[in-house]
Each structure stands twice: as structure tokens, then as C-alpha cells.
């Protein structure tokens, strides 16, 4: 150690070693990283690209769903629906807090969403075609979101694993209603039970690939495990939910489209088919069938929303010239 | 909080703290972009307490936050430590006695 020491102050200064050592530390202890600590310029950079990206994907993730509002097949429904939308904006603007934390301001995020240098999670490049998508994607696509979540509230980032508690209390509520929405129509007509299987079928593989590449085609999982960001690897996760979405099924009565699905005594698993990663990588880089749509909608919104933040931003300045200074007034300790 | 939240034309960063019920105290619950104290306290209410999680909230500019710093811990709480006669369980004599 104190050789390593000595070699860390040959090229970084005092403060950056003495920092290097305390957030070693902190790891080693299972502790968490606060916004004001030394940390790594990698795990700043990495982080920040992380919680913005995920940031990014619940506010695109509105869109699939926001399509369906106006369409809800009952005035209960669309509150429901209004409120999981609601409910991706809060995610989204909880995840952007924990990211500025790391030091990029809120418009310099928003700016790497809206002009393509940023991702988010590949899923919401498909369409929601039917009432029942609403099922699939509230099941699957929050079911796959929440496995991988529940073990980020641990993280070793403070904010973010605050940003992803009170994200995974809401989300289990996003989960149940999509999979009533699904029960509902498997135990319906028969033309509506195929709807459901159709969204299902639809869902299935793309809700798998959200844990990401085959743990050994994802490079960076290694060193974000080492820091305690991601506490289980892409693989385990999906296996996880695989074994967690059978059941399930089974209790919606319908099927999963995977051919080779079947528990394996030995493993204590379910095993499954392999997943189409050409697909899944030609999604990423633009080619799914929603990619563009989704892009212009948000570009779009954004811009439409400009008059509204420049005459927020004008009535504050004039207020704030105008203003009296406030009287002083105790409001509680 | 943030290390830099001076940008260009975007709106300034307010800290939000939530009561959770009457009897307790406010805690902090996260941050938003507002432009004014009566924008900060509706989309704190908005984001913050869309399931019943508060009864009062607060908004505080970010900027008007003054925190210690994290790198002089050692020093700045060095008062507090080594001083377990401050804990009641320091004291072991009374151990057995009722009511002590």
C-alpha cells in the first residue's frame, strides 16, 4: 500500500492521492460517495453518463405510454396511465438532480438528449401498439426496469441511490397495474386475450435485453462493479427476472414466446433461448422502428416549451427587481 | 447539492425538505430548477409529494446553502470524538439500579 501510495503522488498531487485513498476507503467499507468528496475523475465521468442516461430514458419513456392517454378504455384507466406518466417525468427529474450533483448543470444533460449525443435504454424505440402494450411494457418493461433498480439503491453514489429508493417504491406500482391491465384482457374475449398474448410476444425479448449485452460483451460492467455502482452483472440479473416473470405468466395464463424456456433442475433456473443482439445492437444505434419518432417528439416538446420557461424566467427577474425585502419570519426548527 | 450550478440562462437550483407528518422535522428530499420561490414550491409538491409523503414543504436556493467542507471532517468534528462521557452509556456504575 504504501508503495502504491508513492506511485500515485509521483503523478497526481498530494490532495488527489489523499482523495484517492479516502474514496478506497469509503468503497472498501461499503460506504457511499457524496457529492463534495474527492472522487476519480473516471467515476464522476462514469456515473454522470449513467444517471443521465437513465434520466434520458424515463423521459422518453413517457412517450409510449403518454400515446395512449387519450385512448384509455375507461376514465379510471386514463387517470392511471396519466399518473405512471406523471410518475416517468418525476424518475426522469430525480435522476437529473442526482446527476448535476456530479457537476454538469441541468441544461448541458438536456442538451446531450435533445441533440443525439446521449442515449437512453433502446426499449422505447418500439412502438406501443395496442391497448394491452400498455400491459406488456407496465409488466415487463417496469418489471425488468425494477430488477435492475433494486440493486442500484445500493450504489455507492449517495444521490443516486437515493434518486433510485423512492424510484423503486413508485415503480412496483407501475408493475401491478400493467400486469391487471394484461390479466384483464387474457380473461376476456378471446380476441382480447390474443391482444395480450400479441403484446406479450412483442415484449418478451426486447424487456430481456434491457439488462444489456452478455456479460461478456459489456466491458465497462467489471470497473462499475468494482466501484459498486452495478452490484449484480447483466446476465444474473436477467436470469433473475426470467425466474421471477414464469410464474407470472402462468397466472395470466398466457406464454412467453421463447421456445427453449424450461427450469432446469440442476441450475435451480429457468433456462432460456438466446436473445436477437443484432436486433438489440441495431436498435442502439438508431435503427428501431421508433428511434427518429421518438427524438422529434422530444425535440419538439422541448421547443414548444420555450416561450413558457422564457416568460417564467422574465416574471421572476421583474419580481425579483420589484420585491420588498421579506419580512423575517420563524418557520420552524 | 451541486458543485457548479451557475449556467447561462437556466433557471437557479432550489433544495427541497418535506415534513413527512406533523411532529416531525423536515427533511431533505432532493433538488429541482425553478425560477421563482412560488414555481419551487409547486413542482416540490409535484415531484415530491405525488403519494401523500408530506403535510409542508420548503425551498431553499441551493446557493444560500452554506456546508461544511467535506475534506476537513477530521478536524471539524474532531470535538465530538473521544469524548464518550458525553453518552449515558459511559457510566456503568449504576448498572442494575432501576430506573437509571
Known amino acids: 500500500m504504501a508503495e502504491n501510495t508513492t506511485t500515485l503522488a509521483a503523478v497526481a498531487s498530494e490532495e488527489d492521492a489523499a482523495g484517492q485513498e479516502n474514496f478506497d476507503r469509503l468503497i472498501a467499507e461499503d460506504s457511499r460517495i457524496e457529492p463534495r468528496d474527492w472522487m476519480p475523475p473516471a467515476y464522476r465521468k462514469s456515473l454522470t453518463r449513467q444517471v443521465s442516461q437513465h434520466a434520458h430514458s424515463e423521459i422518453i419513456g413517457m412517450q409510449p405510454e403518454a400515446n395512449w392517454i387519450t385512448r384509455a378504455p375507461s376514465l379510471k384507466r386514463k387517470a392511471i396511465l396519466m399518473a405512471k406518466v406523471q410518475d416517468e417525468a418525476g424518475h426522469g427529474l430525480y435522476l437529473y438532480s442526482a446527476a448535476e450533483t456530479l457537476g454538469t448543470p441541468r441544461d448541458v444533460l438536456n442538451d ?127 436470469q433473475r427476472f426470467v425466474d421471477m416473470i414464469v410464474p407470472q405468466a402462468e397466472a395470466l395464463g398466457l406464454t412467453l414466446p421463447d421456445p427453449d424456456l424450461k427450469w432446469n433442475e440442476e441450475r435451480g433456473h429457468y433456462d432460456f433461448g438466446e436473445l436477437d443482439w443484432d436486433e438489440f445492437m441495431s436498435v442502439i444505434k438508431g435503427g428501431g422502428p421508433m428511434n427518429v419518432q421518438r427524438m422529434a417528439r422530444r425535440v419538439q416538446a422541448h421547443e414548444d416549451g420555450a416561450w413558457v420557461r422564457e416568460a417564467a424566467a422574465a416574471y421572476a427577474r421583474r419580481q425579483a427587481e420589484q420585491n420588498q425585502p421579506a419580512k423575517t419570519q420563524l418557520i420552524g426548527a | 447539492m451541486t458543485e457548479n450550478t451557475s449556467t447561462s440562462n437556466a433557471w437557479p437550483l432550489w433544495e427541497v425538505f418535506v ?50 467542507d467535506p475534506d476537513s471532517k477530521g478536524g471539524f468534528f474532531e470535538s465530538a470524538q473521544g469524548k464518550s462521557y458525553r453518552h449515558a452509556t459511559y457510566y456503568q456504575q449504576s448498572e442494575g439500579v432501576p430506573h437509571l
Open chain 1, 112 to 238: 446531450q438528449l435533445l441533440q443525439g449525443k446521449a442515449k437512453y435504454s433502446s426499449i422505447f424505440n418500439y412502438p406501443a401498439r395496442t391497448w394491452a402494450d400498455m400491459g406488456a411494457i407496465g409488466w415487463l418493461v417496469d418489471g425488468a426496469a425494477i430488477c435492475n433498480q433494486v440493486p442500484l439503491c445500493r450504489a455507492s453514489y449517495g444521490p443516486y441511490g437515493r434518486a433510485m429508493v423512492r424510484i423503486c417504491k413508485e415503480e412496483s406500482f407501475h408493475q401491478r397495474q400493467g400486469w391487471e391491465i394484461l390479466y384483464s384482457l387474457s380473461h376476456g374475449t378471446p380476441e382480447q386475450k390474443q391482444m395480450a398474448q400479441d403484446a406479450v410476444n412483442r415484449f418478451y425479448g426486447p424487456a430481456l435485453q434491457m439488462f444489456g449485452p452478455p456479460d461478456e460483451d459489456s466491458p465497462n460492467s467489471k470497473q462499475s462493479m468494482a466501484w459498486k455502482v452495478k452490484r449484480f452483472s447483466n446476465d444474473e440479473l436477467r
Open chain 2, 19 to 68: 415534513r413527512a407528518s406533523r411532529g416531525l422535522s423536515h427533511v431533505h428530499a432532493g433538488s429541482l430548477h425553478a425560477p421563482d420561490a412560488t414555481m419551487a414550491l409547486r413542482n416540490a409538491r409535484d415531484l415530491y409529494t405525488r403519494r401523500n409523503e408530506g403535510t409542508s414543504v420548503w425551498v431553499v436556493p441551493a446557493e444560500a446553502i452554506a456546508a461544511s
